[in-house]
């Protein structure tokens, strides 16, 4: 069974840091490409970033260039995200989302975990 | 960016009736192999979203098949033939044509 399971969110002060990760299992982490997806509270889906199978390649939506980064490792089955520089606009739950290909992905999402940016 | 726009933004159904929600994008989604990775995706309340349909019309494993999807170039639409309670919740679209992949604002279900 496909699983991913995403852990360090919390609460943060506005220019503070934090790093997610997403654990995988059930499946050949090293051949998909990952994802990080977010959702402000009451607010739809957003694109983040995404990592290709052997993370040699990384994109990031602009709002989040330069302050987050995306990794991975696949020795362990997790990918990461890095989060600098956070301020409130950032606050949000995170989803690590499954892709086959750059261009083809979504087919299974974590539970996500909730990133709170505030004094 | 290309942006999604969906309609209607608040769908409410009766029980067993169809529904329709229509996706269009600022610009043609056809990528250069030829498909248009126009996705739809389902949260229901209080869970992650879960994909439903991929590539306009692809519908993934599991999902029932009083999901349909279709369109081309820029205009798509998400049918459900029969609505059923376990329907309720948020469903929105997504390009992964054109980088940033884009989603539109979702479109919530409701029952009557």
């Known amino acids: 069974e496909v699983q991913l399971v995403e852990s360090g969110g919390g609460l943060v002060q506005p220019g503070g840091s934090l790093r997610l990760s997403c654990a995988a299992s059930?499946?050949?982490?090293?051949?998909?490409?990952m994802h990080w997806v977010r959702q402000a509270p009451g607010k739809g889906l957003v694109w983040v970033s995404r990592?290709?199978?052997?993370?040699?390649?990384?994109t990031y939506a602009d709002s989040v260039k330069g302050r987050f980064t995306i990794s991975r490792d696949n020795a362990k089955n997790t990918v990461y995200l890095q989060m600098n520089s956070l301020r409130a606009e950032d606050t949000a739950v995170y989803y690590c989302?499954?892709?086959?290909?750059?261009?083809?992905?979504?087919?299974?999402w974590g539970q996500g975990t909730l990133v709170t940016v505030s004094s | 960016d290309v942006v999604m726009t969906q309609s209607p933004l608040s769908l409410p159904v009766t029980l067993g009736q169809p529904a329709s929600i229509s996706c269009r994008s600022s610009?043609?989604?056809?990528?250069?192999?030829?498909?248009?990775?126009l996705n739809w995706f389902q949260q229901r309340p209080g869970q992650s979203p879960r994909r439903l349909i991929y590539?306009?019309?692809n519908r993934d494993s599991g999902v029932p098949d009083r999901f349909s999807g279709s369109g081309s170039g820029t205009d798509f639409t998400l049918k459900i033939s029969r609505v059923e309670a376990e329907d309720v919740g948020v469903y929105y679209c997504?390009?992964?044509?054109?980088?940033?992949?884009?989603f539109g604002q979702g479109t919530k279900l409701e029952i009557k």
């Open positions: 989302v499954r892709g086959r290909l750059s261009i083809l992905w979504g087919d299974y």
């Open positions: 059930g499946f050949t982490f090293s051949s998909y490409w």
């Open positions: 990592i290709n199978s052997d993370g040699s390649s990384t």
């Open positions: 610009q043609s989604l056809v990528y250069t192999d030829g498909n248009t990775y």
């Open positions: 590539k306009v019309s």
């Open positions: 997504m390009q992964s044509t054109h980088w940033p992949h884009t």
